[in-house]
């Protein structure tokens, strides 16, 4: 059975940094995408930062290009993303996901697998 596991999200000021990290298991293909969508009160599920762990390709919403980056460490199976120039827009649940398989354009009715959520706050 997947199991994803985030951790790392809290309160920060504007301008803060903080980083996420997705741990996954019972997962064995060596093909997956994963990353983080997120999800603000009222509004849909947006995809942040996403990465094809075969390596090569990432996404980016454009909302946090130049601020957010991806990363991944295959041997534990995990990825991070770092966050930096926070803004209180950044303010929602991030959610980890993970699928087999690249798509474009990123969806989130594609992703079969979800982590149970981390909250980020950002106060200006």
């Known amino acids: 059975q997947v199991q994803l596991l985030e951790s790392g999200g809290g309160s920060v000021q504007a301008g803060g940094s903080l980083r996420l990290s997705c741990a996954a298991s019972?997962?064995?293909?060596?093909?997956?995408?994963m990353g983080w969508f997120r999800q603000a009160p009222g509004k849909e599920r947006e995809g942040v930062a996403l990465?094809?762990?075969?390596?090569?390709?990432?996404y980016y919403g454009d909302s946090v290009k130049g601020r957010f980056t991806i990363s991944q460490d295959n041997a534990k199976n995990t990825v991070y993303l770092q966050m930096n120039s926070l803004k209180p827009e950044d303010t929602a649940m991030y959610y980890c996901?993970?699928?087999?398989?690249?798509?474009?354009?990123?969806?989130?009715?594609?992703?079969?697998?979800w982590g149970q959520g981390t909250q980020v706050t950002v106060s200006s």
């Open positions: 996901a993970a699928r087999i398989g690249w798509i474009y354009p990123i969806r989130a009715a594609a992703f079969g697998y």
């Open positions: 019972g997962y064995t293909s060596s093909s997956n995408v």
């Open positions: 990465i094809y762990t075969g390596g090569g390709i990432t």
